[in-house]
């Protein structure tokens, strides 16, 4: 079973500029998640999907962060303008809709905001 | 607001060694506590528990649930050098399929 693809797996950006990251989660989980992790911290959710639908958005900074899961399949994660403090490991997680609720993570995406 | 919090914060021994890893949360409606591993990147799944008093095993590893204490363990018995990572614990809702997590104890294993 493959597991869940993300890309890119780094990234350096200047202040102010843009930047999306992409997720593709193991086949038939329904459920995909986007965390922030920064240096020294756990895993912090920024959003979660159930199929295409957002369940949950409340930690999500949306004055600058946007996600979209279109078909219910990948999904993407966008900052807009990037911060200094936006540097962190951005993972993506999968889950199943029924059954056992442990999520599978990606490699992650490390983002360096200069 | 949920809260996870482990200790310690980070932890150094030597090959052979038994160390216990600990976990403890507030959270509304638990449903269940989770471990993962964190090597590089990305976090590995290793155990849920959902009952207390019930030991979950995997080869040296063992993890067990109080939640009349609210908190959990995770033992790591005869450790080697790989199991050096950071370990992470984190709580789920009955009402959300989402995991809080704490930050986490790095775990460093010497030769």
């Known amino acids: 079973e493959a597991g869940v693809a993300q890309s890119p797996r780094y990234k350096i950006i200047e202040k102010r500029q843009s930047v999306a990251f992409w997720c593709n989660p193991i086949?038939?989980?329904?459920?995909l998640y986007w965390y922030q992790q920064i240096l020294g911290q756990g895993p912090k959710l920024l959003i979660q999907?159930?199929?295409?639908?957002?369940?949950?958005d409340s930690q999500l900074p949306k004055d600058r962060f946007s996600a979209e899961r279109l078909k219910g399949v990948d999904s993407t994660l966008k900052i807009q303008p990037a911060k200094l403090e936006d540097s962190a490991v951005y993972l993506c997680?999968?889950?199943?809709?029924?059954?056992?609720?442990?999520?599978?993570f990606g490699q992650g995406t490390r983002l360096t905001v200069v | 607001e949920d809260k996870v919090v482990q200790s310690p914060l980070s932890l150094v021994v030597h090959e052979g060694d038994t160390v216990t890893l600990n976990c403890s949360y507030e959270v509304t409606n638990f449903r269940s506590l989770l471990w993962y591993k964190q090597e590089k990147k990305a976090p590995t799944f290793l155990f849920m528990l959902?009952?207390?008093?019930i030991e979950k095993k995997s080869g040296r590893l063992s993890s067990i649930l109080d939640k009349k204490e609210l908190f959990s363990i995770l033992n790591i018995t005869a450790t080697q050098t790989g199991d050096s990572a950071i370990y992470l614990c984190a709580v789920e809702r009955i009402s959300a399929r989402q995991l809080t997590f704490g930050s986490g104890t790095q775990l460093t294993v010497l030769p």
């Open positions: 999907f159930q199929n295409n639908g957002v369940v949950d």
């Open positions: 086949s038939g989980h329904a459920t």
């Open positions: 959902t009952s207390s008093g």
């Open positions: 997680a999968s889950s199943k809709l029924r059954g056992l609720t442990e999520a599978f």
